[in-house]
């Protein structure tokens, strides 16, 4: 098999050096996918990789330079292309194996390409040279990293740096990325599903077993980094239930401005906002910075119907004030409201407006994995603020924008019976799947 691969190699690069000279690079680009797509549906993992290993990385240790011209040089003076058509050849196969759920051998490919670099020997011929910068380019890039998710998703994560916690994030980022090939970004969603629905799995099943007696509490973990204060956290978080539940209010502010005008549905919105809010001073400073930003923005469509579009628009906008603009660093905003220590408060905020605009979604954790990114320069203990925003994150949007539902019941009276705060001691919390 590995002889009859091997030949396949040369007749295939001999087919890729004619081409070049008759067809445009795109057309010799789609002879690369097809060819991944053909045998990664035909041949075992293993002959895969070492497809990729031959027409990648060995052609470049080759004394014949034939190879390498019939290769590489269709990418002559271009290395973008060169690296983009590496990227989607990677995706091609990690798509299809993390479908059939073959994931060792996603994690293979990124460790045969990460070997590459630390085994290169560079060459006196100029040309080889400039192939070998190229492929140690992209092993550097940043498209290499966001690869690399892939194959260490499934990995303990309580022994490596604190964002891989969070990588359900950085998936998502790469779905809503127009720059990314259409493999990655279905790969990537799959990927990012998993991880949430693990999380919310294990979420669920922690609440159950905490607070039974009978239970063993070691077969599930507590999978956020909060410790004991998580079920105090999930009370406080669905305590709103009936009419004034985050749900109910949701949908009366849709039905109520429907027939707004866009000047309208943007002060509508602010008060829809921060209605309820307990802590005066985020109150405050939300409405002056919301009002400031959203009332002058996008004046032109002021007397037009609000519709889908202007809502979607609209509330990815808000999602930019309320997490980064720049999707490089934190929005002022987001800065400034987190300084005041009232993270779930931001989170509420946050989910109100997914609550009304579901297809915000993977804009809010597109913007959330930028955040990441920027913290990812700290250590766990620099920006713990940050982290415990984000795992109040995951829990909120677990119980309130997944398909498993938390109820509260209460089990006890509280010693004052006109006691009006909420005694979450005298509650414990029920989870079922939604119908």
């Given at each position: 098999m590995t002889?009859h691969?091997?030949r396949?190699?040369?007749?295939?690069a001999?087919?890729?050096?004619?081409d070049?000279?008759?067809?445009?690079?795109?057309?010799?680009?789609?002879?690369?996918?097809?060819?991944?797509?053909?045998?990664?549906?035909?041949?075992t993992?293993?002959?895969?990789?070492?497809?990729?290993?031959?027409i990648?990385?060995?052609?470049?240790s080759?004394?014949s330079?034939?190879?390498?011209?019939?290769?590489?040089?269709v990418?002559?003076?271009n290395?973008?292309?060169?690296?983009?058509?590496l990227?989607?050849c990677?995706?091609?196969?990690?798509n299809n194996?993390e479908?059939?759920?073959?994931?060792?051998y996603?994690?293979?490919?990124?460790?045969?390409?990460?070997?590459?670099?630390?085994?290169?020997?560079?060459?006196?011929?100029?040309r080889?040279?400039v192939?070998?910068?190229?492929?140690?380019?992209?092993?550097?890039s940043?498209?290499?990293q966001?690869l690399k998710?892939?194959a260490?998703?499934?990995?303990?994560k309580a022994?490596?740096h604190?964002?891989?916690?969070?990588?359900?994030?950085?998936?998502?980022?790469q779905?809503?990325?127009?720059?990314?090939?259409?493999?990655?970004?279905?790969?990537?969603?799959?990927?990012?599903?998993?991880l949430?629905?693990k999380f919310?799995?294990?979420?669920?099943?922690?609440?159950?077993?905490?607070?039974?007696?009978?239970?063993?509490?070691?077969r599930?973990?507590?999978?956020s980094?909060?410790?004991?204060?998580?079920?105090?956290?999930?009370k406080?978080?669905?305590?709103?239930?009936?009419?004034?539940?985050?749900?109910?209010i949701?949908?009366?502010?849709?039905?109520?401005t429907?027939?707004?005008?866009?000047k309208?549905?943007?002060?509508?919105?602010?008060k829809?906002?921060i209605?309820?809010?307990?802590?005066?001073?985020?109150?405050d400073?939300?409405?002056?910075?919301?009002?400031?930003k959203?009332l002058?923005?996008?004046?032109?469509?002021?007397?037009?119907?609000?519709?889908k579009?202007?809502?979607l628009?609209?509330?990815?906008?808000?999602?930019?004030f309320?997490?980064?603009e720049?999707?490089v660093k934190?929005?002022p905003l987001?800065?400034l409201?987190?300084?005041?220590?009232h993270?779930?408060t931001?989170?509420?905020?946050l989910?109100?407006?997914?609550?009304?605009?579901?297809?915000?979604?993977?804009?809010?954790e597109?913007?959330?994995?930028?955040l990441?990114r920027?913290?990812d320069?700290?250590?766990?203990?620099?920006c713990?603020?940050?982290?415990n925003?984000?795992?109040?994150?995951?829990?909120?949007f677990?119980i309130?924008a997944?398909?498993?539902?938390?109820?509260?019941?209460?089990?006890?009276?509280t010693?004052?019976?006109?006691?009006?705060?909420?005694?979450?001691?005298?509650?414990?919390?029920?989870s079922?799947?939604k119908r």
């Amino acid at each position: 098999m590995t002889t009859h691969i091997l030949r396949n190699i040369h007749v295939n690069a001999h087919i890729l050096k004619s081409d070049v000279e008759q067809l445009d690079l795109q057309f010799v680009q789609e002879k690369f996918y097809s060819f991944f797509v053909d045998i990664v549906n035909k041949y075992t993992p293993e002959d895969v990789l070492f497809e990729f290993k031959s027409i990648f990385l060995d052609c470049l240790s080759l004394k014949s330079l034939d190879i390498i011209s019939s290769i590489y040089e269709v990418f002559i003076n271009n290395e973008r292309d060169f690296h983009n058509t590496l990227k989607r050849c990677c995706y091609i196969l990690v798509n299809n194996w993390e479908s059939s759920r073959k994931h060792k051998y996603t994690q293979a490919l990124i460790e045969l390409i990460a070997g590459y670099k630390s085994a290169t020997i560079y060459d006196e011929h100029t040309r080889r040279t400039v192939f070998q910068t190229w492929l140690n380019n992209f092993i550097d890039s940043q498209d290499f990293q966001e690869l690399k998710l892939f194959a260490y998703k499934n990995e303990n994560k309580a022994n490596g740096h604190w964002v891989n916690r969070y990588t359900s994030y950085l998936l998502a980022a790469q779905v809503v990325d127009k720059k990314n090939p259409k493999e990655q970004k279905e790969a990537a969603k799959k990927a990012s599903k998993q991880l949430k629905d693990k999380f919310k799995f294990e979420l669920a099943m922690y609440v159950a077993r905490s607070q039974s007696n009978t239970s063993s509490q070691t077969r599930y973990r507590n999978p956020s980094v909060l410790g004991d204060d998580i079920l105090r956290l999930i009370k406080a978080i669905i305590v709103r239930k009936g009419v004034f539940s985050y749900d109910n209010i949701a949908n009366i502010f849709l039905k109520q401005t429907q027939n707004e005008t866009f000047k309208d549905f943007k002060e509508s919105l602010v008060k829809y906002l921060i209605f309820s809010v307990q802590q005066p001073k985020f109150v405050d400073t939300l409405q002056q910075q919301l009002s400031e930003k959203l009332l002058t923005w996008k004046p032109e469509y002021n007397d037009v119907i609000i519709n889908k579009y202007l809502l979607l628009r609209t509330c990815n906008r808000m999602i930019d004030f309320l997490t980064t603009e720049s999707s490089v660093k934190p929005s002022p905003l987001f800065i400034l409201l987190l300084s005041q220590g009232h993270p779930l408060t931001l989170v509420i905020v946050l989910l109100k407006i997914i609550l009304i605009c579901k297809h915000s979604r993977s804009h809010l954790e597109s913007r959330i994995a930028h955040l990441i990114r920027y913290y990812d320069r700290y250590s766990e203990a620099e920006c713990q603020w940050f982290i415990n925003f984000i795992e109040i994150f995951n829990i909120t949007f677990a119980i309130y924008a997944e398909n498993v539902e938390y109820n509260l019941i209460k089990v006890e009276e509280t010693e004052k019976a006109h006691e009006v705060e909420f005694d979450p001691n005298a509650y414990r919390v029920f989870s079922q799947l939604k119908r």
